[in-house]
């Protein structure tokens, strides 16, 4: 057998794993990462059969380009193809209106839909003798780690968290010959859940006491309808804006995909929705507003953010990691963000929250102690060397983008 990185080993984005074993070939993922212009995997040859671990444009991005070269089909979860198709969509709106075109277009995404196959946990699908075994991977609803029984047995997690969230329950180790892991975390550990699920909540209380107004900016798919299911109960009026609503309403009825369908649905009946622009006035009246997009670099959130850029009584409060060059990371190094073209102040308060759905360093040791493994390749880091200490034990590799890794 033969592992090869076509992208995303040594950054976080644009991944694709390829695996061949004698003339079989296979595919994990096939991303993009969406910055300005977009990035990409190294081209990928035409494949017996190609898996889409998870809906996250930088694992699904280029899958539409997959099926309309070369007609090849795609085995995912349900949550993960309407999902997945959904932001796709999306992503080709809003690239050329960027001026970024990615290379295919809606009609090619329509078209894609037709080459998927709908696969769940614990199916093995035979690839001319390779056994592909799917378990969860406790990132987002439907998310996939994928178990190849070759003359080894290789798991790649793509991207995943071994604890429990409210919105999905966390990964389970699998004994493996070779494990492909993610790395986004090495060298950094989130802090306790439930203590930063508590400050949030507290700090959300503070903002309202001064008379102020939360603004919550969260990606569409999964964060949005984890940050609900955190305010749940909590007594507050939130507002959730943008395509959280629409995928929290593809994930409801997928009940064995979600930590509890209870309560993700009790979370969206406690939420004010808004379901057209005028509503934004309505909810700017209320306490909590939950929006993307979940850097800041676009969405309803910039609505929000003109109308209270000048309160210092409202807070922006930020729940995941902000990438370089973004506006949410403009926002906490230097207080400002590109405001509709415009270097705009933003006098609220900033606050920032982890609420991750990737496994930390010591949660990846762990993990990767649990498969024992003989060889452990990283990927989907660009810090990977701070596991090697840690992983001394294991083979690690560390491959470049395009390095064949032969495994026999
Ligand atoms: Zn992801």
Sequence with gaps: MNIKILGGASEVGSYAVLIEDDDIKLLVDNGLTPSKPPKYPKKPPAVDLAFLSHAHIDHSGMIPWLSMEYGNDVIATEP????????????????????????YEKRDVKAMKRHFQVATYGDVIDVGGLEVELHSAGHI??????AIQGSKKVMVTADINTVDTHLVKKAEPEKCDVLVMESTYAGRNHPPRDETEKQFIEKIGEVIDRGGLAIVPSFAVGRSQEILMILMDAGFEVWLDGMGRAVAREFLPLKKYLGSASDLRRAMDQTNMVRHRDQRKEALKGQVIVTTSGMLDGGPVHEYLKALKNDENSAVLLTGFQVEETNGRSLLENGTIKLYGVETTIDCEVGFFDFSAHADHDELVKFAKACDPEKVILTHGDDR??????????????????????LD
């Design 80 to 103: 993960t193809i309407t999902v997945g198709s959904m932001l796709l969509e999306d992503t080709v709106k809003v690239s050329s209106s960027e001026g970024y075109p990615v290379p």
């Design 141 to 146: 609803p439907g998310s996939t780690m994928f």
């Design 385 to 406: 060397e701070k596991l090697l200490e840690d992983l001394k034990d294991f083979d690690v590799i560390l491959p470049i983008e395009g390095d064949d890794i032969p």
